[in-house]
């Protein structure tokens, strides 16, 4: 697949400050243009310029094209009313029970492809299962990442929760993965591994760059336990986005005194 830049545009609504959008030609394939594929299909409308408005190089074939899908009642021309949809979307608020009845399937099949439509945080994204023809929430199990800045509620997020989210993004949006799924948390998520179309675990990319960390004993008992600690350990020791700050001796030291609080409670009192 090939993006070419063509115009930009300056787009918003009537009394906000616009912003520029650039437009361009999506090609893939044999140079197949997307924009044409989908209007030949009753996909899709062709926007309609004025003379003076910059346009797409092939806008006159998009018109015909737009015209010959019309003339053939496909897609949306049709008259019929379009089939219902067959996808199984595993993401709304109310599918968590179909999700856990959806878990054995996934678990059987071990590794599965998968599409990314949707990052939502470093750790968690929305993904399409095609030969499962359904649409799943995704969690890398065991592994927390900080919480990013939402644009919806203008909250600020935590510390790295924008880069977290920025790499994700980078490395796997719209990109055919793997999952590996172990579980499913109460709000229908599958938990498990994401391997990137490099073969690599997400979970174990975030970890060494210090962008995520581990959640015991989730991370524990996952497959790839031994993965997870070596990644994490070792971006600590370079004191790493969230380690930035980490001491082990401070760590230490705080594991020690719990413990010796921990004693002293369970020790009995002395009677006056």
């Not at 790839?224 to 401070?250: D, G, I, M, Q, R």
């Amino acid at each position: 697949m090939s993006v070419t830049p063509e115009y930009t545009r300056s787009i918003g609504p009537e009394g906000a400050t616009p912003v520029e959008r650039l437009f361009a030609a999506v090609t893939f394939g044999t140079g197949r243009n997307a924009a044409l594929a989908l209007l030949a299909e009753g996909l899709g409308t062709v926007s309609r310029l004025g003379a003076s408005d910059e346009r797409s190089a092939v806008y006159e074939e998009m018109l015909e094209t737009e015209a010959a899908a019309k003339a053939a009642k496909k897609g949306l021309h049709s008259e019929r009313p379009p089939p219902p949809a067959a996808v199984v979307d595993l993401t709304a608020r109310d599918a968590s029970e179909r999700a856990r009845r959806f878990l054995s399937s996934l678990q059987r099949h071990g590794r599965v492809r998968a599409v990314v439509n949707f990052v939502v945080n470093g750790a968690r994204l929305k993904l399409s299962l095609p030969k499962e023809n359904a649409h799943i929430s995704f969690s890398c199990v065991g592994v927390r990442c900080p919480q990013c800045a939402r644009r919806d509620t203008g909250a600020a997020g935590e510390p790295y929760g924008d880069e977290a989210l920025a790499l994700t993004r980078s490395l796997a949006f719209q990109r055919d993965v793997e999952i590996e799924v172990e579980s499913v948390d109460k709000s229908g998520a599958f938990l498990g591994s994401l391997h990137l179309p490099d073969k690599r675990n997400l979970s174990v990319v975030l970890l060494e760059q210090g962008l995520a960390s581990r959640i015991p004993p989730a991370a524990d008992r996952s497959a790839c336990a031994a993965e997870l600690l070596a990644a994490e350990n070792k971006a600590k020791a370079a004191s790493l986005c969230v380690w930035e700050k980490y001491s082990e001796s401070e760590q230490e030291a705080a594991r020690a005194a719990a413990a010796e609080a921990a004693r002293a409670a369970e020790e009995p009192t002395p009677d006056d």
